[in-house]
């Protein structure tokens, strides 16, 4: 089983939590100083005031590619800390916080990405069909091939870095920590909505929103635990983000991108949070019937019996 394989190996419950600290440090320190430096160089220290946020400091650096690569540059440090930390303060196989079959099922990650990639795409140029005011249109092939290239090499990154992270590390910690499986899904699924906090998205929809990102985690965490891995997980968040890269944009995003259109619909909880109510449960029965899951009690909210399995 996916949780308790990870009792192979040291799983202190005070290994976990300096882990976590040292991920973090590689993450949003070391990784943020491409950033933080392209900030201050380019800031206009005689006009901070006007500065209301963020984004803000973020479009003073340059262009939004620009931008995007640095904020990159960050998960990438976090996933060299993520591989550190499992390997030598765990002395684990890292294969074993993406997968618990013999090796990584690529057929799945692939399967998973193009289902939600072309159902996203979709929905956005039917949106766009219906209520062609809602978008402006923004395509520019210069900067769209630049954006094209970091999603292709870079954003992989953030998304597998985030999915091994919460879903593949944590879920596992809390898990082997609490005896629970339903602690293993719940508890990574909240920290991955408070990591979304600080988003510009949250300024401008309020805490409430942060239930979507919330609720986007749980789904990715019941593929994890019902599907004994991290594959369609991986797939997932990968083909979500790539849309929303590629296709639309707001500037009332985290991340602002090169991307073909801007949506320039006044945006609210409800019209965010209604279809994803109704998409995530959408696609837990789609890959439950595809791949003949079952047990469903037992596998999310059982007890972990850590005699047992150790």
């Known amino acids: 089983m996916f949780i308790t394989q990870a009792l192979n190996f040291k799983t202190d419950w005070w290994r976990y939590l300096l882990g976590f600290f040292i991920i973090f440090i590689f993450w949003q320190f070391i990784g943020a100083i491409p950033l933080v430096v392209a900030m201050i160089a380019n800031l206009d220290f005689s006009n901070l005031e006007s500065i209301e946020n963020a984004?803000?400091?973020?479009?003073?650096?340059?262009?939004?590619?620009?931008?995007?690569?640095?904020?990159?540059?960050?998960?990438?440090?976090?996933?060299?800390?993520?591989?550190?930390?499992?390997?030598?303060?765990?002395?684990?196989?890292?294969?074993?916080?993406?997968?618990?079959?013999?090796?990584?099922?690529?057929?799945?990650?692939?399967?998973?990405?193009?289902?939600i990639f072309v159902v996203n795409t979709s929905m956005i140029?039917?949106?766009?069909?219906?209520?062609?005011?809602?978008?402006?249109?923004?395509?520019?092939?210069?900067?769209?091939?630049?954006?094209?290239?970091?999603?292709?090499?870079?954003?992989?990154?953030?998304?597998?870095?985030?999915?091994?992270?919460?879903?593949?590390?944590?879920?596992?910690?809390?898990?082997?920590?609490?005896?629970?499986?339903?602690?293993?899904?719940?508890?990574?699924?909240?920290?991955?909505?408070?990591?979304?906090?600080?988003?510009?998205?949250?300024?401008?929809?309020?805490?409430?929103?942060l239930a979507a990102y919330i609720l986007m985690g749980m789904t990715w965490g019941i593929f994890t635990i019902m599907d004994d891995g991290n594959e369609l997980s991986i797939g997932a968040h990968y083909a979500n983000n790539l849309v929303v890269f590629l296709f639309v944009t707001a500037d009332w995003?985290?991340?602002?991108?090169?991307?073909?259109?801007?949506?320039?619909?006044?945006?609210?909880?409800?019209?965010?949070l209604i279809p994803a109510l109704i998409y995530y449960p959408v696609l837990i029965y789609y890959f439950s019937k595809k791949y003949k899951w079952n047990n469903w009690s037992e596998k999310l909210f059982g007890k972990i019996n850590i005699e047992d399995e150790s």
């Open 253 to 272: 995003h985290a991340i602002q991108s090169d991307a073909v259109f801007i949506s320039v619909e006044e945006p609210t909880i409800t019209s965010m």
């Open 55 to 115: 984004n803000e400091l973020l479009s003073n650096i340059g262009s939004k590619n620009l931008v995007l690569f640095l904020l990159m540059l960050g998960f990438l440090f976090g996933f060299i800390g993520l591989y550190f930390v499992v390997k030598n303060l765990h002395q684990q196989d890292f294969k074993s916080i993406i997968t618990s079959r013999e090796t990584v099922d690529y057929r799945r990650i692939l399967h998973s990405f193009l289902i």
């Open 125 to 209: 140029f039917i949106s766009y069909a219906i209520s062609p005011e809602s978008f402006e249109y923004n395509f520019k092939l210069e900067p769209f091939l630049i954006l094209l290239s970091i999603c292709i090499f870079l954003l992989p990154i953030q998304t597998t870095f985030e999915e091994l992270l919460t879903r593949g590390y944590l879920l596992q910690g809390f898990g082997i920590a609490l005896k629970s499986k339903a602690a293993a899904f719940i508890f990574p699924s909240l920290i991955f909505g408070l990591l979304h906090i600080f988003n510009p998205e949250i300024n401008k929809l309020g805490y409430g929103f």
